[in-house]
């Protein structure tokens, strides 16, 4: 076994995020879901993700907002932890450890915790509803000791389980049987309806809803019926009545905050928004896309949202309009086609919604666009046969899609589509439909590697037939578009062929028929040679890559083999049960999934050392049938020798339970926790990218400013940026001193005097004109008359050599800094000494120029302007 402490499996994109009911913040500003192991923090307006709260260690279980602040937020994890979130700046406050599994969270109105976690009954693990203290501590890690147990079998849904009347009494429905326990009375009653025949089906509990001012209590079932229960405090006198709309099983139940309405919702895709106290009132909102998972309603009654089954959550305002809808990897009930990366975009391209494709962007774990691929309205109803998506491939390019949708009815109809990339359009356009294309379902297609001369497409059919179909390019002076057409048929002694695959560089062509391998070349369609193997039908085929391109490898379900192609025999074979065989495209290396007694293992080996160079058992529960190599924008550095593999390529694969998995490398995660570290955005901002461009803009000005600032040699300090103003406006106000204290010290360090900015831009003015004069004097020669000493002593101070011109500058520039504003910050009064400065400074400043304009009469009277310039100066500042 090969060491791989350096790499472990994480959730990395595509994890669902209608797992749980996701949770509206008190002001319906954000929206908070589980994600797999993390926690993210939506926008309810702009759509766009604000915060990742990572901190668990595996699945995230529930999310529950806390009511003593309504700016934190509870989560619970199958690790044993409680966390307590601050979400709206990203940062764990608290984590309690309860050292158990837990499989959901409630917490009431009074702020009491309850946790769904397995109790042992009987010497039997069940899963029972207990009451847990959180301590009040300070610590950042608290250990929680004690429960007591409210149910001992309970249901592991959140939805069957609700809090009425702020938290006086609980419901609880499982089966056929809804159970009521009061908390303060702490008594305990219990409600069955009938458990015999077809009629415990239909009145099997799915859910269940409390009033949150009178005592009634909402149940969906299994039939589509809804029963309101009433005066359940007493067990031989409980009514209820019913209402009914949905025509299958009732999902989901919620009543608005004020409890004037009953929201309901199910398999038809429907929101029924029920009138309390009026039930036959009803109101509809339709067409949400797909059956509804779960119904929350935000604090102040502004937003509905719906939690649907492919992974998508919209967000309803005003209770008739979808203002959000935030989509994740559609999880069907198995993905059909491979998994494949879209070499324009880097998405993930596999089974969307029924009859759809999906691409999917990894990077930001958020579904680009659905592709419609079989152009039908689906009909959302059990036992119809409908067309499916089944088969698909990419060239190599992105240039081409191949497409297989195929019904089963009492005759197989399959139809294969080639659809063209429109650069206008940026999606993908239909360009050729070939009804019928075999006689039998069709188990396998592929394109032949990127080629100037011609794209071939290759399928493979249960009818004992492969194809390959010839795209036609038409001549640049027609107006018609490129087309496809059949260019050969191929069989092997009748048998029925699997699996195909093309070499790197398309020169040769693999079909196994059973427990031959078939090779052939594309170019004239000849049989080159034809491999065997020990018994059993070859399920998988995979050519080497690089330098281990002369190598074929091809996976049964008791053996895996690997022949040369130089000299056509086998080079090694070893006893797997393959269920996967997949090769990097950017390296040597190749990975094997293998089934074992409930989980997989991997290996990942090159096809000339039959030893891998690393391998993982146990590596996920059920069997791995999709995976895919996704190539990296940068190579990665520090990587240790067993996870190398790993450096250019990135392994997804998909689990039976279709959650998206991948591997994480230790200069992987060191780098994701650095990017945590730094400071967070504004909540108020969404991260739109409009948002970071203008960030990265602003970013680049300052960089330019701060590189102008040091060539100039002047830094301008300016108050604003001291830190007494940063501590003044960060401060919260309920610890600051009153108004009337601050407000003069505040304005007072906000004023910069008008007579130094004037006085900026006036030695510099002095300064050219006393470079015109030294320029026309020597040009005049001796014909100006020497400048005597006692007119300006600041001149004469100015024209010595001991200082250059540069040094002079800077010394001025610090003399010209304006301290009266740290002054103002201690003075009692400092406004009034701060104007009788301003107004004192330019009365001096204007009498330093005048011995300046009578001492060049001669020189046609040049610095006249100057003193027309600071007139106004004095005119402007007195008032």
């Keep these: 076994m090969v060491a791989h402490a350096d790499t472990r499996v994480v959730h990395r994109g595509g994890s669902k995020i209608n797992f749980r009911a996701p949770v509206i913040t008190q002001d319906s500003r954000f929206l908070i879901c589980v994600s797999g192991e993390c926690i993210k923090v939506f926008s309810t307006s702009t759509e766009e993700c604000i915060h990742h709260l990572q901190g668990h260690k595996e699945l995230v279980t529930g999310l529950v907002l806390n009511p003593s602040n309504h700016l934190q937020v509870f989560s619970c994890s199958e690790d044993g932890t409680i966390r307590l979130w601050d979400f709206t700046d990203g940062i764990l406050i608290r984590t309690y450890n309860v050292r158990r599994r837990i499989l959901s969270m409630h917490v009431s109105a009074k702020g009491d915790v309850f946790l769904v976690m397995p109790v042992k009954r009987n010497k039997k693990e069940k899963f029972g509803l207990v009451s847990l203290n959180l301590p009040p501590s300070v610590e950042q890690h608290v250990m929680v000791k004690g429960h007591t147990i409210v149910f001992q079998s309970v249901s592991t849904d959140p939805k069957c389980i609700a809090f009425g009347q702020g938290g006086e009494y609980v419901a609880s429905v499982k089966d056929n049987v809804l159970h009521v326990y009061f908390l303060n009375k702490k008594t305990f009653y219990r409600f069955a309806l009938g458990t015999s025949g077809e009629m415990a089906a239909r009145n099997a509990f799915t859910c269940v809803a409390c009033h949150p001012k009178d005592d009634c209590i909402a149940t969906g079932h299994g039939d589509g019926k809804i029963r ?64 509804i998972k779960e119904i929350v309603v935000s604090p102040d009654g502004s937003l509905f949202c719906t939690s649907h089954t492919d ?26 086609t491979a998994l494949m990366v879209d070499p324009r975009t880097k998405a993930l391209v596999l089974n969307g919604k029924p009859g759809h494709l999906q691409f999917y962007s990894l990077q930001r774990d958020q579904q680009l666009y659905n592709l419609d691929i079989v152009q039908q309205e689906y009909i959302n109803q059990s036992n119809l046969d409908q067309f499916e998506v089944v088969k698909a491939a990419l060239d190599s390019r992105g240039s081409w899609l191949a497409t297989v949708e195929q019904r089963s009815a009492k005759e ?5 589509k080639l659809w063209a990339f429109d650069e206008h359009t940026q999606s993908f356009v239909l360009n050729t439909t070939i009804s019928a294309p075999h006689d039998g379902p069709i188990s396998e297609i592929c394109f032949s590697p990127s080629s100037q001369n011609s794209t071939t497409l290759v399928s493979v059919s249960l009818d004992g037939h492969f194809k390959a179909w010839q795209l036609t390019q038409p001549d640049p002076s027609d107006d018609e578009e490129a087309s496809w057409s059949c260019d050969f048929v191929g069989d092997y002694h009748s048998l029925e062929p699997k699996c195909c695959c093309f070499s790197a560089d398309g020169s040769l062509l693999a079909v196994s028929f059973k427990e031959v391998v078939t090779v052939w070349s594309p170019a004239s369609w000849d049989l080159l040679t034809t491999l065997s193997q020990p018994p059993g039908a070859i399920q998988d085929l995979c050519f080497g890559r690089l330098s281990c391109s002369k190598y074929l490898l091809g996976a049964t379900d008791k053996n895996l083999c690997c022949w040369n192609l130089l000299t056509c025999s086998l080079e090694w074979s070893t006893a797997l049960d393959v269920s996967l065989l997949l090769a990097d495209p950017l390296s040597e290396n190749v990975a094997a999934f293998c089934g074992a007694e409930k989980t997989t293992d991997l290996f990942v080996f090159r096809p000339s050392e039959p030893r891998p160079h690393f391998s993982q058992q146990a590596l996920c529960t059920g069997r791995v049938t999709r995976a895919v190599f996704a190539p990296r924008d940068e190579p990665l550095d520090g990587c240790e020798e067993s996870s190398q593999w790993l450096n250019r390529s990135q392994l997804y694969f998909l689990t039976h339970n279709m959650e998206l998995l991948t591997f994480l490398t230790k200069p992987e995660e060191e780098r994701l ?22 960030g990265k803009h602003r970013k680049r000005q300052e960089e330019e400013r701060d590189i102008l600032s040091s060539q100039s040699g002047v830094r301008n300090l300016l108050p604003q940026g001291s830190v007494a103003i940063k501590e003044l406006l960060h401060t919260p106000s309920h610890v600051l001193p009153s108004t009337s204290i601050l407000c003069s010290m505040f304005v007072s360090s906000l004023l910069v005097s008008v007579s130094d900015s004037r006085d900026e831009e006036q030695p510099t003015e002095v300064e050219m004109e006393s470079e015109k004069e030294e320029e026309d004097s020597e040009e005049e020669g001796a014909s100006v008359p020497p400048r005597p000493e006692h007119e300006s002593s600041d001149t004469g101070a100015k024209l010595g050599p001991v200082l250059t011109k540069a040094e002079h500058r800077e010394l001025r520039g610090v003399k010209k800094l304006d301290y009266s504003w740290i002054r103002g910050l201690v003075t009692s009064n400092p406004v009034v000494n701060t104007t009788k400065q301003m107004v004192k400074t330019p009365k001096q400043r204007v009498k330093t120029p005048k011995p300046m304009a009578k001492t060049p009469k001669p020189m046609a009277k040049t610095p006249k302007p100057m003193v027309k310039t600071t007139k106004p100066m004095v005119e402007t500042t007195n008032p």
Excluded at 241 to 270: D, I, K, Q
Excluded at 312 to 332: P, R
Aim: charged residues 15%; neutral net charge.
């Design 228 to 291: 309101l229960w009433r005066n359940f405090n007493q067990e031989k006198e409980y009514t209820f009545s019913t209402v009914h709309w949905h025509h299958s099983g009732v999902n989901a139940l919620c009543f608005t905050p004020e409890g004037t309405n009953l929201l309901s919702g199910g398999l038809e895709s429907v929101l029924v928004q029920w009138r309390y106290g009026q039930e036959g009132q009803k109101d509809f909102l339709p067409r949400l896309g797909s059956s």
């Design 311 to 336: 992974n998508k959550i919209t967000v309803i305002k005003n209770c008739t309009k979808v203002s959000a809808v935030i989509q994740g990897l559609v999880h069907g009930d198995g993905v059909k």
């Design 412 to 416: 197989v109809e399959i139809s294969l």
């Design 673 to 694: 926790m650095a990017l945590s570290k730094q400071p967070t955005i504004d909540d108020s901002v969404a991260m739109t990218p409009f948002y970071l461009l203008l």
